[in-house]
């Protein structure tokens, strides 16, 4: 029936009820003012719950990630009411069972010295012939909890763990989104060589262009009349010079120099040292990911500081990099007056057009009032 | 004037090579890796090495490692940085040491051969050339209520061009003004940004780029 030896049962099903009041209690606790402590501790009896839950089944209970907050607060929630109902009705079978034995025990025992004696079922105990059925009474009630206590833990135990852990997501729901990102990542790739191929046909080739009709300007003027050449070799140099600049700016739209000669941190502090608004830099150590993830990081943090500049009255910048199990996490905090909104501004659009290609993850945390935090995870493909 | 050139693509560095030689100035020798530049600095003890940032190996800023190398092993070696492109922290890591003889150009300036020369004197003299990109990173990135906000037109132009490394005379040819003007521009640039006014020279350039950078 079990592989719970009994003991153990009961004491999960039994301690369940206070942790159901607690429930209870934290239940009403969110009808009043402070809510965000009252999460706080919803969030740690969850997590507590999550731990004894896992170990009463001898198998953790998955953490939801901490990508998805709401989500996971939703269903700490709904946990919350299940424990203040159920948890408390099945916890009081446990501790029903054993005082239901022990009282009917003790009025078997000492009927006589106890005024009007009833058995737990109400029957008047007036002679030992009613005191051996109160006996009776007391096995049902043992029996009663022997043989529902330790499914009912067992179950209760399921049930909860289910309400605990992270919703899993099926094979079908996660092609989807595979799917679904990739065409947003052949989309933005195509975007971005429309943009390249642009820029380098309208811009650094015409300048070349004009570099050449110049000198060929230089190499008639040369035969007739040397004096002329120079004003063409002049115009020649400043187009060269324009080509250069333009090339240089979709060199630095493509990969950033400086990250393939320092890697990502050295090249975000050199944002963080560029920016108009002070910038503090929280760095961890980071292992070299692939170009495309670093480039990707690089680009995140330039929009995001960008935007925070432009929009958010902010006087303190935070980004912080760091990697965490198989995924980069980048982070920009500033402490403006927030109410940014990814579906209106084109940069964190764009900051979340690019990630998801990566199927990666942003989020953009900006309560009115501030702060605004863009929160960014990519898998490191390592 | 002794010049050692450290470049991996052949095309520019002996394009360099050629352009300084026939400027009469004697490049003693031209190398394509970091090691082969300190062993030419060691062996031909040059007034000024001209050194490319990316270079074998990785093809990572190996170049502009070598040229904080040498400094520290040689101090007083003057050392003109070039890249194809320009990031304000190498300047900070080139002006770090505090000592002067110190340049940091994008490439294609070399083919305004006079302003190149005039920017190779100086670093040779331990002066300063910072590439107008750098001076102009550093300007860009400005709060509502900075100093800099309060500086006429005319005297950011001159405050530029300080950063850049350049003499008051120089300063008085670019713009066209008298050198007495440009004397009190750069009076009323360092009331306004409350520095301490310091004699002109390498002293001057790094205190205007430490106050930029801030």
Known sequence: MTNQPGPKAWRFLAFGVVVGLRALGLLVGMALPHLPRVMEAVGRLAANERDRVGRFLAIPVPVPSTEDSATTVRRDVRWLALQATGGILAGLLPVGSVTGVAQNVVIAAFWPFIPDAASTLDMPVRSWGDAGLTLVTAAAYGLLGV?????????????????????????????????????????????????????????????????????GAVERALSR??????????????????????????????YPPVLAERGLSDAVASLAAQCAIPCTLDEHPLPRAP???????????????????????????????????????????????????????????????????????????????????????????? | MRIVIAEDDTLLREGLTHLLRAEGLDVTSAVDTPDDLLSAIATDRPDVALVDVRMPPTFRDEGLRAAVEARAKWPGLAVLVLSAHVEESYATQLLADGSGGVGYLLKERVGKVADFLDALNRVAAGGTAMDPEVVAQLLVRRRADDPLRQ???????????????????????????????????????????????TDAGHRRVLAVLAYLRK
Do not use: C
Request: charged share 20%; glycine share 8%; net charge negative.
């Open chain 1, 225 to 254: 009349d040397p004096a002329a050449a120079l004003p063409s070799v002049l115009t020649a140099q400043n187009a060269a010079t324009d080509a250069l600049a333009e090339l240089r700016q979709v060199v630095r739209s493509i």
């Open chain 2, 151 to 197: 500086l006429t037109p005319r005297e950011r132009e001159v405050l530029g061009l300080m950063a850049e490394g350049h003499s008051n005379s120089t300063i008085g040819t670019l713009l066209v003004i008298s050198d007495g003007a440009v004397h009190k521009h750069i009076g009323n640039i360092f009331t306004k940004l409350g520095l301490p006014t």
């Open chain 1, 147 to 215: 043989l529902v206590v330790p499914p009912l833990a067992r179950w209760y135990a399921k049930v909860s763990a289910a309400r605990l852990a992270p919703p899993v997501q099926s094979l079908a729901e996660r092609l989807a989104e595979v799917t679904a990102t990739r065409a947003a990542a052949l989309e933005a790739h195509g975007t971005e060589l429309q943009r390249i191929e642009r820029s380098l046909h309208d811009g650094t080739q015409n300048r070349l262009v004009a570099v050449v009709m110049q000198l």
């Open chain 1, 291 to 382: 170009a495309a993830v670093e480039a990707a990081a690089y680009f995140v943090v330039a929009e995001a500081l960008t935007n925070a500049v432009k929009h958010s009255g902010a006087d303190q910048i935070t980004v912080s990099l760091r990697a965490e199990d198989g995924v980069l996490v980048v982070e920009v905090t500033d402490n403006g007056h927030g109410g940014a909104d990814d579906g209106q501004g084109t940069g964190l659009r764009g900051i979340h057009h690019r990630i998801a290609a990566f199927d990666g993850t942003t989020k953009i945390d900006s309560p009115l009032g501030g702060p605004t935090v863009v929160r960014v995870v990519i898998p490191a493909g390592t």
